[in-house]
Each structure stands twice: as structure tokens, then as C-alpha cells.
């Protein structure tokens, strides 16, 4: 029987045939995409006409075509809808990628190819595009150690493989302690918690059979149960459970991980001729250097602890006027500050939410984006991987653009957070292909017949997921190597946190936040205090952020220490991090640092991104429209369409005409007047 993952793929818009596929397909396809790709690899080197950008680089882009087709299928299922064989699946083909991937960058054959071409590179009559494509095709194989020989080869390729293990058994323990964990929750315990609350806890012990309301892991839940719930004590049990994730002991414990994987990457920087890992990694990124990192997240630190630190002595006074002795603690925070967001305000998250609506919200991601770029978007049924996930075919002037995909619903078998990615590339090399782009979060899944509530938040994440998409529909590149979100980390965050600047425009909210029993458009006095409250707890929610990357980068501008724990307690500490907030991500749960290569020593990068998306908006805003047709425009032909095919500091500097600084950063933060 023909495995259904090398099978022509008769669907609409060649989507994997996920009815058809069954977990015992994907190592025989992982097995024999891995052969081809090695087979078209040797006839590249193999062919004894002198290298050419055709032969060779083109070749080489795709070379892998089946094997990403198998493998975009299979990790979309395993982060979204994992299960016991999908782990060992993980597990399996963890060493064997890295293998292969050694294979490739150890290739002398292949890389001399590649070299000649670089060397001779004035003379080719390359395209910007192509120029460009050489150089990072070259530098990839640079920094995955083609020149080294030898017994620095072999230590190299060793701890590539061990560090692959160790960023898949990171994320399985990660979501082992998130799935295992819940609270039962008695009649008694629901005190102060509105009904969506409640609902949303009544449908995780659904899922968790439990008999009852239970509070999960699942940040759409346990945030708002540490909001609103009046039970300190079971406040604080839920919150040392969140943040224990990865800290319990037993074969779930990261922390070992952690250390080992810290070693492991000093000792990668080192083969490569690099002092630290912090300077290797940072070599290709914007920011360039650990001082240029490190002088940003000073710049805002600064003024964010400040205001962290006076918003505590007003919610602690608060905690005492209940009658509790002691300091504020980390779970007491989010539930003094929305009872002062409420006094502030006069604005409280049960009151917002039945506004909120998910499906309204999806309109109107949809909405901007088709008045900004001309999308459009209608809703269409496929198999897909799992009953909750959702299609659309995305359009321009009745042109197929993309597929969106979005599976938007918490569950034990999803990995905590929110991401995008493309189960299929834009490229125009071999054929037209069209992305298939997929939006994942962990919202609350409502009960059977009611409508999905967001929190602003969740709207601003959806939002946030949804300039990814962009940002991978929109490509418009020649090789998939270059294409849609293949950019500086440090730049790849910048179209997700610009989009999010459209949930903030009133008209878009006014037409699409509409209450879910009676229809009506949220009251105008209402979304005013809502806007006025965007920058409420900025404090908390900046230093939170800013001390989980300074211990990312503290971790890797240096000597890997040999106790994290330690190491962590010490920069916080040199810091001064105030005592009633911890980080947003510590070590033995920081998966954007541990489960993979991505965000180490770039956790920075939501920051550094941050700087231009303020500066980004303000486009549209000096020209006094949000839609203004002629900048965004110019925003899609210079940042979304353009992938990697040209610096980020130049794509950037063609849309605003130069860089910017913090200053529009902190404005909007409400950070600005900061002590």
C-alpha cells in the first residue's frame, strides 16, 4: 500500500491527507525522504560540470523538496496534537535530522561547489535575489563547521545530535507537567470568579474527567483564575504550580537540560572560533553584538522597574487593607491589579469579554487585512489533523494566495503558547507554490454551543499570530529558502507586533467587538476606557518580559554556568528584580531558549522588533490613516513581500526611510515619564 505522505496529494490545494495519513506512516516516509535527499545531494557533487548557481545552489534548494513536504506535515501535528507515538516519533527522528544535517554541512564535495561559486561571484551575472541566496547558503555552511577537520568535525556533529535530543525531551517534559497538572475545584473554591471563568474550568475537567471545574496549566486559564479568584491559598498553589513546570524532580525535570544544553552550546561556539555562544548566534541578527542587546533591555529596564516598583507599594497596600500581613507575592499581583484596573478604570475583564468574541475577532484580523493588502478570505472543508482546526483560501483579485489554517483551542495534547508556521513555503523556483500557513493558540475552548470569549490579551495574540501569517502569505521570493519569515530573528518578530497595532484602531473596534448575547457594538464610552487601559500594568508586564531575556542572554554571553538555577538567581539579583515578580519564563520552563536553537540569546528579539513596529505605526499615523493605501503598500513591498532576500537594517531603513530608537518604544508602553 502506498504510504499517503510520498503519494501525489489529491486535495484541495494539496493539503496533507490527514484522513488518510496514521502515525505509522511517518518513519517510513521520514526514512525514504531522507533517502532522496541524500541521493539528489550526491549527484549534485557527483556531476562533472563546473559549479554554476543552477547546478549547484538551485539544486541544492531542492534538493530536500520531499522531505520538508513529510516533515512540515508531521511537526504541525506534534506541537498542535501530540500523543505518546508522535513523541517517540520526536524522539526518533531528533539524532537522525541532526545527522543528516551534519551530513550536509560536512560535506567537502558540496561545500567546494558552493565556495567556487562564492569566490567567482562577480563574474556570475547573479540577480540581488541570487547574490543573496549564495552568500547565506555559503555562511550556513560556514557556521555549521564546513571548514573544521577532523576531531573538531566529530566533536561538532556529536553535539549538534546531543543538543537535538535535548530540545526535544525539553518540550515533551514541558508539556508532560502541563498536561499532568490540575486543580480540582470545589463549589467553595469558585468565589469571585466570573461565569466565563467558571465555564472555561467547567470545560477543562470535561476534558480532564474530573466530575467538575478544574484549573489547568493552560495560560488561558490559570491567568484569569489568578485575576479573579478570592482564595489566596489556592492562588498561590496554582501559581507555584505554573511556575514549577519543569522544576518538579523525576524524569520530567529540566533542569539538568538546561545545564548540559548551556555546555553544549559554549562548547559549539568555541569549535566555531567564537568566544561565546551569545557573540556566534548574534553575528547574523540586527543587534550584531551581546552589548548592542544588552544596552536596549538596560534602556528599558530602567524606566520599567520604576514603575513596577510603584505600582507594588499601591497593591500591597491594597493586600494589607484585606487584612494579610507580609509583602505582595507573585500570586497576589494580577489580582490586586484588576481590582485597581477597576478602580482605575473603571474597566474589569468580565466586563470586556462577552465583547470579545473569537469568530468576530478572526473578522476582523481579516478586515484589516484585506483593506491594508486586498486579502480575502472564505471558508472551506478539508480533513484536517484535528476537529477544532479551521480552513480559509485566501485570495487577491480572485488570485489563490495562501491557505490559513487556525486552531485556536487549548488541550492536553497542544504545547502551551501560541505560534505560526508554514506547514508549506512560498516559493516560485520549480513551480508557483502557494504557502499553507498555520496559526496555533490556546485560547479557552468554550461549553458545547456557546461562542469562544477572548480576554484583550488573547485579541492581541490572535492578532499578533495572524502578522506572521502575513508575513508568510505575502512572500514573494524565488527560493524557499528566503522566503516568508526565513529572516533575522531580530526582525521576524516585527510584522506580528505591527499588526497588533490594528486591534487598537477604534473604528476596527467599534465594527467588530459586538456582545455575544444581544449583538450590540460595544458601547463607546466603554471601548474608550479600554483604550485608555492598554497601557495599564506596563510595569509588570515589562519587567517580567525584559528579565527573562537578560537571563538568556546572561546565560550565553559567558562561561555556561554550571548550576542555571544559580546563574539565573544571580543576574536577577544584579538587577535588582523586585521581589513581589518573577520572570515570565523561567529556566526549566523557557522553551522559546531550551527547546531548540531559535530564540537562545535572542529572546531579546520581541524587543528589539518592538522598537521598529512603534516606529513602524507611526507611518500610517503621521499621515493621519491607519488604511492609508500608499503605506501599506509600501510596507508590503519592502518588509512582507521581500522575505530574506535583502537585509533586514535595509528593508526596514526602504520602508521608513531610516532606523529608529527606543523613544516611540517607551511612548507606547506608557513608559515614557517613567522615574
Not at 62 to 72: K, M, N, P, S, T
Not at 512 to 532: I, Q
Request: glycine share 6%; proline share 5%; with cysteine.
Amino acid at each position: 500500500m502506498t504510504n499517503p505522505l510520498l503519494s501525489d496529494w489529491d486535495t484541495p490545494f494539496e493539503l496533507p491527507p490527514f484522513d488518510q495519513i496514521s502515525d505509522e506512516d511517518f518513519a517510513p516516509a521520514v526514512d525514504a525522504a531522507l533517502a532522496e535527499a541524500r541521493a539528489n545531494i550526491a549527484a549534485i557533487t557527483a556531476q562533472e560540470d563546473d559549479p554554476t548557481f543552477a547546478n549547484t545552489v538551485e539544486a541544492l534548494e531542492q534538493a530536500e523538496d520531499q522531505l520538508g513536504r513529510v516533515l512540515g506535515a508531521f511537526y504541525n501535528i506534534a506541537g498542535a496534537d501530540s500523543n505518546e507515538a508522535r513523541e517517540a516519533l520526536q524522539r526518533e527522528f531528533a539524532p537522525k535530522l541532526s545527522a543528516y544535517g551534519s551530513e550536509i554541512s560536512e560535506n567537502k564535495a558540496l561545500f567546494a561547489r558552493v565556495e567556487a561559486l562564492w569566490q567567482a561571484r562577480e563574474t556570475l551575472d547573479l540577480t540581488d535575489e541570487q547574490q543573496r541566496v549564495l552568500m547565506l547558503a555559503r555562511r550556513g555552511f560556514v557556521r555549521s563547521g564546513a571548514q573544521l577537520e577532523g576531531d573538531a568535525a566529530d566533536a561538532l556533529r556529536e553535539v549538534k545530535s546531543r543538543l537535538s535530543v535535548l530540545g526535544t525531551d525539553f518540550t515533551q517534559n514541558l508539556l508532560a507537567d502541563e498536561r499532568e497538572w490540575f486543580m480540582a475545584l470545589a463549589p467553595d473554591d469558585l468565589i469571585g470568579l466570573p461565569d466565563f471563568v467558571v465555564a472555561t474550568a467547567k470545560a477543562a475537567g470535561a476534558e480532564k474527567e474530573a466530575g467538575g471545574p478544574v484549573v489547568t496549566l493552560s495560560r488561558s486559564l490559570i491567568v484569569p483564575f489568578l485575576q479573579f479568584s478570592e482564595r489566596r491559598d489556592l492562588r498561590q498553589k496554582a501559581y507555584e504550580a505554573w511556575a514549577a513546570r519543569g522544576a518538579n524532580g523525576g524524569k520530567t525535570d529540566n533542569r539538568g537540560i538546561a545545564a548540559e544544553t548551556l555546555k553544549l552550546r559554549e562548547k559549539r561556539a568555541g569549535l566555531l572560533g567564537y568566544e561565546t555562544f551569545a557573540d556566534f548566534k548574534l553575528e547574523t541578527e540586527m543587534a550584531g553584538t551581546p552589548q548592542a542587546v544588552r544596552d536596549l533591555l538596560m534602556q528599558v529596564w530602567q524606566p520599567a522597574k520604576a514603575a513596577a516598583e510603584a505600582d507594588a507599594k499601591v497593591l500591597e497596600r491594597m493586600l494589607h487593607q484585606d487584612g494579610w500581613d507580609g509583602p505582595l507575592e507573585p500570586w497576589d499581583w494580577r489580582f490586586y491589579s484588576e481590582k485597581r484596573r477597576k478602580e482605575l478604570h473603571d474597566l474589569d475583564e468580565a466586563e470586556l469579554k462577552p465583547y470579545l468574541q473569537l469568530d468576530r475577532m478572526i473578522e476582523a484580523a481579516f478586515a484589516c487585512a484585506n483593506r491594508l493588502f486586498g486579502l480575502d478570505f472564505q471558508a472551506f472543508e478539508a480533513p484536517t489533523y484535528h476537529p477544532d482546526v479551521r480552513l480559509w483560501d485566501v485570495t487577491r483579485d480572485g488570485q489563490h494566495v495562501a491557505v490559513f489554517m487556525g486552531d485556536y483551542f487549548a488541550r492536553g495534547s497542544k504545547r502551551s503558547g501560541a505560534w505560526c508556521s508554514a506547514m508549506r513555503s512560498q516559493k516560485r523556483l520549480g513551480g508557483d507554490v502557494r504557502p499553507i500557513v498555520v496559526n496555533v493558540c490556546n485560547f479557552a475552548k468554550p461549553e458545547a454551543g456557546k461562542p469562544a470569549l477572548l480576554s484583550y490579551d488573547d485579541a492581541r495574540t490572535l492578532f499578533h499570530e495572524f502578522g506572521h501569517a502575513l508575513h508568510q502569505m505575502l512572500s514573494d521570493v524565488t527560493y524557499e529558502s528566503i522566503s516568508g519569515t526565513s529572516v533575522a530573528r531580530d526582525f521576524v518578530e516585527l510584522p506580528s507586533q505591527l499588526y497588533e497595532h490594528w486591534l487598537e484602531v477604534p473604528k476596527v473596534l467599534a465594527e467588530f467587538a459586538t456582545h455575544a448575547d444581544t449583538g450590540e457594538p460595544m458601547p463607546k464610552e466603554l471601548l474608550d476606557r479600554m483604550l485608555a487601559a492598554t497601557t495599564y500594568d506596563m510595569g509588570f508586564q515589562t519587567v517580567e518580559y525584559v528579565a527573562s531575556a537578560l537571563v538568556d542572554l546572561g546565560f550565553h554571553d559567558g562561561p555556561a554556568p554550571v548550576d542555571p538555577m544559580q546563574k539565573q538567581a544571580e543576574i536577577l539579583e544584579e538587577i535588582g528584580m523586585p521581589d513581589a515578580i518573577r520572570m515570565r519564563h523561567a529556566t526549566p520552563h523557557f522553551a522559546h531558549v531550551f527547546a531548540g536553537d531559535g530564540y537562545s540569546s535572542g529572546y531579546y528579539s520581541y524587543m528589539w522588533s518592538e522598537v521598529m513596529d512603534a516606529d513602524a505605526f507611526a507611518a500610517f499615523e503621521e499621515v493621519g490613516d491607519p488604511f492609508d493605501a500608499d503605506t501599506a503598500k509600501r510596507l508590503e513591498e519592502t518588509v512582507l513581500s521581500s522575505g530574506g532576500s535583502v537585509d533586514a537594517a535595509e528593508l526596514y531603513t526602504a520602508f521608513r526611510g531610516r532606523l529608529p530608537g527606543v523613544e516611540a518604544l517607551l511612548k507606547g508602553r506608557g513608559l515614557d515619564k517613567a522615574a
